[in-house]
């Protein structure tokens, strides 16, 4: 992996050299994941004119949730617990004879802003904007190898839940047992909070469970995802509990099936983010659902669970190749429960079988 990462910091550095700047800060920790394997807590990257360092707050752990260093790279460990990283890395491209510098501004705060320039006045601050975030967009074999587990991950304990008994208990022992087994499963832990809303909760998006029981008849959407490696999956579901659904749930749950069907079916290379949040939506428009739809069809997935693209009605931009998203609409019915239907994705040509379906549970209406 040293290889790979040497080569995404080579990209971005002659980016910078070609916008004028001699070196580099990266401060938002998924970026540094990205460019150096490890992202420990408080941790930036130097992208120096002589070196580059990895500077920290103390030695890296290896543990799953920062990642392992690229061995190639040079660490330093900040002297004092209390130190900034960022200044620091500004401080040491001056003393490499850097006149020009590039930091993410929209990931410093202002007051950090200002120490920069404080510890080296004679540098041009420049912005590196989401130069690292675009690099991302397109995952190469390795990092679609470990959405491919954590998508795997999700699918075997989402399917253990369902086998299981779920009348009478509380969407919050759901979730934190659904949590658990990814765990169980080998992820290195959730890839957000699991959201688990049962009856007048159901279908409602990011809806954090409460200490409302499972009950017959009641609607049960599930959403989870796992993390392994550092990278994030994203799964949902929804089921009826007890008994055969009744029509209204039937009638809903085709109807946001269709949506989202639309909205697999139209991701491929060069189609436009809109038009892939414009497919599924407008299933969803024609029937008369127009009110609080999600604001995003889906988005992107890897280091972040949200990232880069967004596909939103003005979201601009057209999909590559190798790009994972989700795709996840739905509908709530207030007072009465709905339906969100998710799945993570890749990207493919027509020519290689479209795009790939990384989470493969049923998307059947069960009755559990």
């Given at each position: 992996?040293?290889?790979?990462y040497a080569?995404?910091?080579a990209?971005?550095?002659?980016?910078?050299?070609?916008?004028?700047?001699?070196?580099?800060?990266?401060?938002?920790?998924?970026?540094?994941?990205?460019?150096?394997?490890?992202?420990?807590?408080?941790?930036?990257?130097l992208?120096g004119?002589r070196?580059?360092l990895?500077?920290?707050?103390?030695q890296?752990t290896g543990?799953?949730d920062?990642?392992?260093?690229?061995?190639?790279?040079?660490l330093q460990?900040?002297?004092?617990a209390?130190?900034?990283?960022?200044?620091?890395?500004?401080?040491?491209?001056?003393?490499?004879?850097?006149?020009?510098?590039?930091?993410e501004?929209h990931?410093?705060?202002?007051?950090?802003?200002r120490?920069?320039l404080?510890?080296a006045?004679?540098?041009?601050?420049?912005?590196?904007?989401?130069?690292?975030?675009?690099?991302?967009?397109?995952?190469?074999?390795e990092?679609?190898s470990?959405?491919?587990?954590?998508a795997?991950?999700?699918?075997?304990?989402?399917?253990e839940l369902?086998?299981?008994?779920?009348?009478?208990?509380t969407?919050?022992?759901?979730?934190?047992?659904?949590?658990?087994?990814?765990?169980?499963?080998?992820?290195?832990g959730?890839?957000?909070?699991?959201?688990?809303?049962?009856?007048?909760?159901?279908g409602?998006?990011?809806h954090?469970?409460?200490?409302?029981?499972?009950?017959?008849g009641?609607f049960?959407s599930v959403?989870?995802?796992?993390c392994?490696?550092?990278?994030?999956?994203?799964?949902?579901?929804?089921?009826?509990i007890g008994?055969?659904?009744?029509?209204?749930?039937?009638?809903?749950?085709?109807?946001?099936?269709a949506?989202?069907?639309?909205?697999?079916e139209?991701?491929?290379p060069?189609?436009?983010?809109?038009?892939?949040?414009?497919?599924?939506?407008?299933?969803?428009?024609?029937?008369?659902?127009?009110?609080?739809?999600p604001s995003a069809?889906?988005?992107?997935v890897?280091?972040?669970?949200?990232?880069?693209?967004?596909?939103?009605?003005?979201a601009?931009?057209?999909?590559?190749?190798?790009?994972p998203?989700?795709?996840?609409?739905?509908?709530?019915?207030?007072?009465r429960?709905?339906?969100?239907?998710d799945?993570?994705?890749?990207?493919?040509?027509?020519a290689?079988?479209?795009?790939?379906?990384l989470?493969?549970t049923t998307?059947?209406?069960?009755?559990?």
């Amino acid at each position: 992996m040293s290889e790979v990462y040497a080569t995404r910091r080579a990209r971005l550095r002659d980016q910078c050299t070609a916008a004028g700047s001699a070196a580099a800060v990266v401060s938002r920790p998924a970026n540094v994941r990205y460019l150096a394997g490890a992202a420990p807590r408080g941790a930036a990257l130097l992208l120096g004119p002589r070196a580059d360092l990895l500077l920290c707050h103390s030695q890296p752990t290896g543990e799953p949730d920062e990642g392992r260093p690229d061995e190639s790279l040079q660490l330093q460990v900040l002297p004092t617990a209390g130190g900034d990283t960022a200044v620091a890395a500004a401080d040491l491209a001056a003393g490499q004879g850097a006149d020009s510098l590039a930091v993410e501004e929209h990931h410093l705060t202002v007051a950090r802003h200002r120490a920069l320039l404080s510890v080296a006045p004679r540098l041009r601050l420049a912005d590196l904007g989401c130069a690292v975030e675009q690099l991302r967009l397109v995952k190469d074999d390795e990092e679609i190898s470990c959405l491919r587990i954590a998508a795997e991950i999700a699918d075997q304990a989402l399917g253990e839940l369902l086998e299981s008994i779920l009348v009478g208990r509380t969407e919050r022992h759901l979730a934190l047992e659904l949590e658990r087994r990814l765990v169980d499963h080998g992820a290195d832990g959730p890839a957000f909070p699991t959201s688990v809303g049962t009856g007048v909760n159901s279908g409602r998006g990011a809806h954090r469970p409460t200490d409302r029981r499972v009950e017959e008849g009641d609607f049960l959407s599930v959403c989870l995802g796992a993390c392994y490696r550092g990278y994030r999956s994203e799964i949902g579901r929804t089921f009826v509990i007890g008994t055969t659904p009744a029509d209204w749930q039937i009638e809903l749950y085709d109807l946001v099936f269709a949506a989202q069907r639309a909205g697999r079916e139209a991701l491929a290379p060069g189609a436009e983010y809109r038009e892939v949040d414009r497919a599924a939506r407008s299933v969803l428009d024609a029937a008369g659902y127009t009110d609080g739809l999600p604001s995003a069809i889906g988005h992107g997935v890897g280091l972040e669970i949200d990232e880069d693209p967004q596909l939103a009605p003005g979201a601009m931009g057209k999909l590559d190749a190798c790009v994972p998203v989700t795709v996840e609409p739905g509908v709530h019915l207030p007072g009465r429960g709905g339906v969100r239907i998710d799945d993570t994705l890749v990207v493919r040509p027509e020519a290689d079988g479209g795009p790939e379906l990384l989470t493969i549970t049923t998307k059947e209406l069960l009755a559990l």
